[in-house]
């Protein structure tokens, strides 16, 4: 059996685990004050061309997502999101079950446009109700999104314009950034992306991690008593030290961006080898989750063999599967998945 | 320099580390239903005497009072918990953030007492004015306390009589379970904990687990939206595999109680020495942590080798400290402590 | 100037003035204790046809709703509403502010189609990722709703019998409540209601009352702990006879349904003529809410002596505006802004 | 049957009635931006001395406390208050159900020493683990006290000025606050109370008005989207005209400062007599609120005849409890209170 239903399957990338081996026994203090975590914020910084940057490590996306949109957030004002935004329907509802409400825009490939931002914010600004209304106060994108597309340097350089108009930051989820940054046509790099946004996490878990995100804040004053929130949402691991070798590690001769590179060649392997089985996708991206199209008895005829994530139902006869490559795919999965698929399609 | 502030100084018992990077590249699926968390929970259930308890992992102690309390507890009800209770003080008001009140009773040695839980219980159902005061439900106690300190099995027995009768659930803070099961003369096991109360948690964090916690409810029935809790807290892990490899290798040949005990040995070694130089106890504990009265001055000799908690200043010139020893604890690191301690009392 | 911009313009029914008047010095105890509340329960009760019915009386709409979700709801849970649901849009994120997702369907006139709900609900469950995603947990409809429009019996025992079969309340705003009972064609009573849904209010604050909302639950066991959430809600008046003395005067001599009435009659003559004037409606209701379409230019005009509410843009030379009648609306004012829109349209 | 139980027994002052009856279908619009609110503002305004004071009405005195702090709170923030004060035991954890922990500090008649105040806050930055703690974002405190007894200006001036020295608001609940003004010897005004606070709110409930209290920011840039979060916790009342006629009637002619001086006649009144038949006082208050000890055989008998507040146990076979008086209180009922006593004690 193998699996392409995400990038989480396997544990870390083998480096890591050797570094965890190596510093086992060395005493350091806790709660992320230990010097793993100093060295890696400091390469973190580094990356991102931020010299004064606040670098927090956290578990997960979902936590994430839930601590900055809470110690940015005011009580009367919301987060606008694309209506597929994960916040809005995967996390549980953590962002309202801290008191905020996601205020849903419309997407493309799980991008929201500049101008239904702008719009929105107009309108908003225009009702004479909106003092009985939920106060956009802050803009949450993914990047890739969760149906990984990816922005253009242009596109984001608009939306954080008009939230700078606004006052109001502009978040990025970046649970897949490494696989963004490394996409083919990109524009957009590391530094380019923290200058254009005000808080944005770099995705460990889904890229070689064990567990652990490094949120971000260009600006250290954005966000001033961000440990002590963490810490009441239970976010502050005790043993900071598992996040502070993993990123010191991943920002170590470029690891992050090479183990992300890998992920996308066999992403582009996949969908070469896709169009020539002649499959049928629905979304083609330029990052390493793949959206396709087969017919239900396809699929179940494919499920003998091959994991794949379950999307929605297309119509009646049709289901939308991803597949996803990692950091950790190899050339001979995806052969094997291809003649999977071909077996399949072609009976 | 030596350290020996608290429990969690190193990484993870060195088992831990070996079956990570055994099982790292097998594909599992996310979110805790992998194979690993599968047969840990079947151990942990084994361990407790619990066949059909709900088990579920959780990455640190803040993290699971939280989502526990937040999962048993209505709107209109409060979690009791002694006044130096762990939840009460230092998790940033992690059980208010989710809208719930912690009622306070006086303690010693960070236990409550039967007869203050039921005078506290009795008089709040007595006074006409209750239904505009916050309801207790549910009991909140640690064991061992913050202050290393262990209830007996008839001290458990009776608060979680009186629980039963008022019908709200008794719940353990077991961040330190191991070395307070691992105690001389103790006259608790894990089963018979599980069987009096109604929630409690099996601390890996500081008992040789690079993180994470194991939840259980010996009645599966009493969280049955657990998961979903969790979620909305962010303290699912993608990566379930990394709780689960953690508790599977500790409940595998008791390597969870062996190296508890370790600790025990480690701090009745201590304990000895320590008392041989005639050092000052502020309370003698039959836990892992020892507190200790010293004048500042000497204080300050003893931190250029030694580190050590500072708990809180005993009077104008004298400080209340702890020593805390762990599974990773060596009989030449105490040695090394006495001998730092002998030469600052002596000079 | 004359107002028709909503149901809240004028004080209250001139009969609750005498009656707060005559009762003044009568010595009561607080907190909804008093006899005036006892007694205004009782006719609540014999007027729904529930004699055990647990009926609370609170401040206003807003409040109402958040209250009542905020006792229903558990953790894990949000709340399913139309898109235009007065809880998604006007009430600042009450709901989110208690913990709870707003969870939207589509709606035609303000009101969800049970096949819609239903479709949803199996959607819900049969997705293998609905434990990550926010439980729905009761269902709110509005009678009438935003758009004054209403629930036949047949559409709300649909509704209430899916909500049976998946074991979640549905729960009427009847902040207009009066006025759609005492509509036109209806074929709901206040009992009728009563027995298919599991807690709604009676709105006071639109229908005759200086403020206050008789919460029923048909069921009393259905929130056993309202009294508390409503004063963590500080939802609780000390002075609670003001609601008691208002409701027992409008559920005497059938007061209530008499002045609701009244503004249907009005609202019949009001449609009446601006049919004959030719005005262009965009929603022509049954109850006392009627929305129309006027060119910016004649708005303009018409706002110099009429009091209107701006709805929304139409398009863009059009605007969507609400005229409301009341029990206070007097034949000769719609005649009054009967005359005005003629003049303005007709120039 | 006589009642003194509390200060919220009969309806409201005359005047107030009156005036409602006046205005009764006078047209406003809703939500407080009536010309009746408007007045009210600028009359409570010049009252307090506070030309640009943003003036909010509010329901009752746990919405108005539950508002106020939770605009003003940040999410890593707690409020610091006496022990037995109204938000930490008798509001049901309105506070906490925001979010927000209550941080106690000892009292002596329901007031907090300046010097406990000092030491706390100095004690939580000292305390190098405070990260991970609540932080004291700002003050409550009554004026008058539960306890009905008054801060000085001196004391006042003190406690303000530690909380500017630490950035955090003071806030000064007044829902007795008439009472507190008008008393003997107390050389505290309206306008020096303003000067030396951040927030207070001028209680309506228990002096004279239905409902309603007047928030005051004495710089209205304290808390810019006040309204927002008033609608967010259902505090907004549709008809805010109720609250601005009363506050409007209250604050003409000093009407609000005359009823309020009333009740100290009468309470000095009842204090003299209670002396002169030898009753026991717990404690004895310059303001509307006596507390007394009585044997409980004796209770058992005055309750025939007097309703009184029974605030808790003082031993085995006392009681104490509380007998207030109002704007409402005629010197008869005094002399009729005093003879029921009188009869008790000396059969």
């Not at 601590?67 to 694309?82: E, Y």
């Not at 046509?185 to 889904?206: E, M, S, V």
Request: with cysteine.
């Amino acid at each position: 059996m193998l699996h392409f239903e995400c990038d989480y399957l396997e544990g870390a990338h083998p480096r890591i685990l050797e570094r965890l081996t190596e510093t086992n026994l060395v005493q350091q203090v806790g709660y992320g004050e230990d010097e793993f975590c100093k060295s890696a914020r400091e390469k973190v910084r580094a990356a991102c061309g931020c010299p004064d940057a606040a670098v927090h490590f956290i578990g997960g996306g979902t936590q994430a997502n839930a601590v900055v949109i809470d110690a940015l957030l005011a009580r009367h004002q919301g987060v606008v999101a694309a209506q597929t935004g994960h916040i809005n329907v995967h996390e549980a509802g953590a962002v309202e079950s801290n008191g905020h409400k996601v205020l849903t825009l419309p997407q493309v490939g799980g991008k929201i446009q500049a101008d239904d931002l702008l719009h929105y914010l107009e309108q908003f600004y225009q009702d004479g109700n909106h003092p009985h209304m939920v106060y956009p106060g802050m803009v949450y994108i993914s990047h890739p999104t969760e149906y990984g597309m990816l922005y253009t340097l242009e596109e984001l350089r608009k939306l954080h314009a008009i939230c700078r108009q606004y006052r109001i930051p502009l978040f990025i989820d970046g649970a897949r950034l490494g696989y963004g940054l490394m996409a083919n046509g990109t524009d957009l790099t590391l530094p380019l992306l923290a200058q254009n946004c005000d808080a944005f996490y770099i995705g460990g878990t889904k890229v070689g991690a064990l567990c652990g995100e490094a949120i971000v804040f260009p600006n250290p004053d954005t966000a001033p008593f961000f440990f002590t929130v963490m810490k009441q949402h239970g976010a502050v691991l005790a043993k900071g030290r598992l996040y502070g070798i993993q990123f010191d590690t991943l920002f170590t001769d470029d690891l992050y961006f090479r183990i992300s590179r890998h992920a996308i060649e066999m992403a582009e392997y996949l969908k070469e080898g896709l169009h020539k089985i002649g499959c049928r996708f629905f979304l083609e991206t330029p990052t390493n989750q793949q959206f396709l199209i087969f017919e239900n008895s396809e699929l179940e005829k494919l499920a003998e063999t091959i994991g794949f994530d379950i999307w929605e139902p297309f119509d009646e006869t049709h289901t939308m599967v991803r597949f996803a490559t990692s950091w950790a795919t190899q050339k001979e999965q995806v052969d094997s998945l291809l003649t999977a698929v071909a077996e399949v399609l072609h009976k």
